[in-house]
Each structure stands twice: as structure tokens, then as C-alpha cells.
């Protein structure tokens, strides 16, 4: 009864979560969502995960939200004579058939004057926006102060 039911939601193409670090949102797969712990609140903190699209259209990340962070941008860094740059962008675009990786040295989820700490374990709800498939409320997990890569894996 109960895989009768969730085959019903995912027919009528609800967003779900596909597994435990997974989810699914129209034609978008977002995997592994995850965040470095932060010594106190009132800091900044990156969100870092990897976008599929598998449909045939393009889609794009329009924005970002979290009660754990006053302000919540979309991201980019790069290097310029030597320097690491971050600069704000408008959205995040997510090609038909391709993927985007949101992670550490490059686009990635800003999350400004934070509310409270992130402590390593503990699970930051996001939801994120998207132009075509809609909205989904995610969890970041939250990683060591110095990771690179999350430790959640298939």
C-alpha cells in the first residue's frame, strides 16, 4: 500500500525525495546538498550540491532560502591575477541534458549573517527555487570546518 502510494505522487509529479540525500523536482535530480560547520552565528557559510536536468529543456536556479541565514545568495568564485573573487550572480543555469555542480572554488549557495551555528551533523533546510520545475525544500548537511567534498555518498 504505502509503494502504491508514493508511485502515485511520483506519477503526478510532486516533488519527493528520492532517497536520503536525494531528490527529485520535475525533470531536476539535486544530489548530496551539504555546508561546512561555522565557528558562531552571524558568519557566512557556502552550500554546495549537483543538479541534473534530465529533460529536454533548460531550467536555471533563480534563488535560495533558509530560516539559518538573514540573507541567502547564489554565487560564483573564481581567480583573477592571483586573487580568489565572489561575486553575486542573478541565477544558475541547469543546460537540458546536463549537469551543474554547485561546489567549493566555484558557483555555489551563499548563506550570509547565518542564524545560528552549523554544527558538524546537523541538517540546514533550504529551498530552492527553480524557473521551470518550481520550489523544494532540501537539507544541507553539514559537513567538517575544512571539507571538500561532502561525506554523504550513494
Known sequence: MRSLLLAGLLAA???????AHEYRVGDLHIDHPWT???AAPGGAGGGYLV??????????????ET????????????????VMRMRPVQDIP????GEVRLAPGGLHVMFLNT????QQGQKIPVR???????????E????????????HHH
Open 115 to 118: 542564524t545560528r551555528r552549523f
Open 67 to 82: 530560516p539559518a541565514a538573514r540573507t541567502t545568495e547564489l554565487h560564483t568564485m573564481s581567480m583573477e591575477g592571483g
Open 36 to 38: 561546512r560547520a561555522t
Open 140 to 151: 544541507f548537511h553539514v559537513e567538517a570546518p575544512g571539507a571538500r567534498s561532502s561525506g
Open 94 to 97: 541547469i543546460p537540458p541534458g
Open 13 to 19: 509529479g510532486l516533488s519527493s525525495p528520492v532517497s
Open 128 to 138: 530552492l527555487v527553480f524557473e521551470r520545475a518550481g520550489a523544494i525544500d532540501v
Open 51 to 64: 543538479i541534473r536536468n534530465t529533460g529536454r529543456e533548460p531550467d536555471r536556479l533563480i534563488r535560495a
